[in-house]
Each structure stands twice: as structure tokens, then as C-alpha cells.
């Protein structure tokens, strides 16, 4: 087969869900954006091997181009985890020699390990020149998560790299995997301050969560989250109905978001915010002290709304404020965190970015 021998570059950003949170595996509703800060990836095509350097990461790390071959370390089990899974999806078995950089923080919530797989399957799709629609994609990289580490993921971070769109958040129900863009409008100023308090998913209670869920929703006979009728709820035990009235009220909290992004109504997309981060704390159990102190010192520093980001259990907050004082809101927070806490890092100003993309030099 013709294989095009000029180096490209590829781009795969992180994502900041701005509500849905831990409703994907149960085909409820999400509403991330793609950010401006991801991974690049620049290679060009080689013969059986994938040979990855990276500055931050460590390296170089080699596996082979169908990942086949002994249990990747590291970072590399997401490499190998996308070459298995593109080679079980007919993908030709070509190599890639290349570099990877980011300014994603590991750990921070901001979907480092979807990037990096959604950047490596890009890769190697462009030099093998075989072509999945970006929905597709997502599922394959968000079953390559599962591969690579166990991280019974739902579909949220890699759909939001793939679907990223500038200004604008994507509303996706995670069941029919319908999705349309809602503009963001220029007065949310969108600002993510890091707990400081690093994990990855695979070593926490994610796939616990997830488990109690798909028990809750078993006992109400329901396959997807939004489905359930409210009433079922009070038919359970306190932990399945708890698990499930997280889920059930975050999908009504994605539409009144959603709606109120439409209208510019940024109280109640603040209030919404509230709710969620409550709703995450008390009914799915995933928060942590670091990150409930982090949605009350924002509150003190004049924010709209603040509340727990992606997984939980660590990571970052998502805070809105007005466009114009979002910086000085966030520098607040992450100053009084560090006085509190004596750890975490800046504030951070994110912006809805456009998708992962692949360009030939
Ligand atoms: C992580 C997972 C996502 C999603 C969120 C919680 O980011 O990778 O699939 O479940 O947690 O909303």
C-alpha cells in the first residue's frame, strides 16, 4: 500500500466538562469544551514500530504497530492500548517515529490520558491513511482506556477532544451520542484552579461508582439514566438511591445549563453549578475536602459558581465568573488555597477550543 512519507503534526486538546458529570457511563447527558491546552504529537511514518520521545513523559518508548507484543509501562500502555485496538479495527499495521509535548497538567482533571490516546490514534490513522468518523474514534479510544489501564470510562473526555468546536460546548447525550453545539457566551470567563491533590482514575473508586450505579439502575429496571422516573427512586436502599439521584438530577442540571448559557442567564447557570458540585459531594461521594474548601473560597472570592471537575476525588475545580474579573477571581482562590492548604498551583483561564486535528507539514 502507498504510504505518504511526509512528517505531521497532530493536535489533541484536554477538555473541561462544564456540567454531566459521572453521567456518561449510564448514557445520560454531558456538556464539555475542548480547551486550548493539549498534546502535540509530531511524527512521520516508519516500518513495524511506533517510537514515541517526549519531554515530559520520559522515553523513548517503542511498542509495536499493532500493539501486539509484551505489556506496555507507563504512558506507553495508552499506545499500545490504541495500536490493539485500531489493528482489531482493520487499521494496516505501519509504524510512526515522532515526539510528544503538552502543557496539560497530569492528574489536574483536564483529561490528559484522552489526549494522549486520541493524539495517538489520529497518528496513526493519518499514516496508515485510514479514516474513522470522530464519534467512532471516541469509542475506540475510550475502549483503549479500559485496555490500558482498567478505567471503565464513559465516552465524555474523548468525545469532547474529537468534538471540540472554538466557543462553543458540546451538549452530547451519551446514549444516541446526538450532539449540538451551544455557543458559550463571551461574558463567561471560565477558570480552573488545581487542588494540588494528584490522581488517576485507575486508583481510585471510579469503577466503584460506576458499579453502584449500574446496580441502582438494575433494581429500577432501567438501562439508561435518563429514563428513570423520579418516583423510582424512592423504592431504594439509601447508597443505589443516592448513586441514582445524582445521576437522574445532573441531567436535568446539563438541560437548565444548557438553557441558560442559551439566554445568558449566568445566576442560574452559576446556581446550577452549586447544585452539581452538592449533588457530587453528598450523593456520589467523589469529592474531597481540598476540593469543597476550593467551591467555598470561590464563593468568598465573587465567583458565579464553582464546583468539582471530571472524576473527582482530586483534581481541579471549575469556577465561572464574570469575563472581565475571571482572572482576579481566580488568582484569589489559588492564593487563599495556598495560604489554607500550602499546596496548589495558579488559576488557570480556559477557553471553548476547537478539536483534536491532524495537519501534514
Ligand atoms: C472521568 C471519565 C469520564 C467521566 C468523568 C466524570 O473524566 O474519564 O468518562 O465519567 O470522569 O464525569
Request: one cysteine or more.
Amino acid at each position: 500500500m502507498h504510504v505518504d512519507a511526509r512528517p505531521f503534526s497532530v493536535w489533541a486538546p484536554g477538555r473541561v466538562n462544564l456540567i454531566g458529570e459521572h453521567t456518561d457511563y449510564s448514557g445520560g447527558l454531558v456538556l464539555p469544551i475542548a480547551i486550548q491546552y493539549g498534546i502535540r504529537l509530531e511524527a512521520a511514518p516508519a516500518e513495524h514500530w511506533i517510537t514515541l520521545e517526549s519531554e515530559g513523559f520520559g522515553g523513548p518508548e517503542t511498542v509495536a504497530a499493532d500493539g501486539g507484543g509484551p505489556r506496555a509501562l507507563g504512558w506507553a500502555r495508552y499506545v499500545q492500548a490504541v495500536a490493539a485496538e485500531l489493528a482489531d479495527a482493520g487499521r494496516p499495521a505501519i509504524g510512526l517515529a515522532g515526539t510528544i509535548s503538552s502543557d496539560l497538567p497530569p492528574g489536574a482533571g483536564l483529561s490528559s490520558s484522552a489526549a494522549l490516546e486520541v493524539a495517538v490514534a489520529l497518528a496513526l490513522c493519518a499514516v496508515a491513511d485510514f479514516e474513522l468518523e470522530p464519534l467512532e474514534l471516541a469509542l475506540l479510544c475510550q475502549r483503549s482506556e479500559l485496555r490500558a489501564v482498567g478505567v471503565p470510562c464513559g465516552i465524555l473526555d474523548q468525545a469532547a477532544c474529537l468534538l471540540g468546536s472554538g466557543e462553543r460546548a458540546i451538549l452530547l447525550d451519551c446514549d444516541s451520542l446526538e450532539h449540538r453545539l451551544i455557543p458559550v457566551p463571551p461574558d463567561v470567563g471560565l477558570v480552573i484552579v488545581d487542588s494540588g491533590v494528584t490522581r488517576s482514575l485507575e486508583n481510585t473508586a471510579y469503577a466503584e461508582r460506576r458499579s453502584e450505579l449500574e446496580h441502582a439502575l438494575r433494581l429500577v429496571g432501567v438501562a439508561r439514566s435518563t429514563d428513570v422516573e423520579t418516583a423510582a427512586l424512592e423504592r431504594l436502599d439509601d447508597i443505589p438511591m443516592r448513586r441514582l439521584r445524582h445521576v437522574v438530577s445532573e441531567n436535568e442540571r446539563v438541560r437548565r445549563f444548557a438553557a441558560a448559557l442559551e439566554t445568558e442567564d449566568l445566576v442560574t447557570a452559576g446556581a446550577v453549578l452549586g447544585e452539581s458540585h452538592k449533588s457530587l459531594r453528598d450523593d456520589y461521594n467523589v469529592s474531597i475536602p481540598e476540593l469543597d474548601l476550593l467551591v467555598e473560597l470561590a464563593a468568598d472570592a465573587g465567583a458565579i459558581g464553582a464546583r468539582l471537575l471530571g472524576g473527582g476525588f482530586g483534581g481541579s475545580v471549575l469556577v465561572i465568573a464574570h469575563a472581565s474579573h475571571a482572572k482576579r477571581v481566580g488568582d484569589a482562590i489559588a492564593n487563599r488555597y495556598r495560604q489554607r492548604v500550602g499546596a496548589g498551583s495558579d488559576a488557570v483561564l480556559v477557553r471553548a477550543s476547537p478539536g483534536a486535528s491532524c495537519s501534514r507539514a
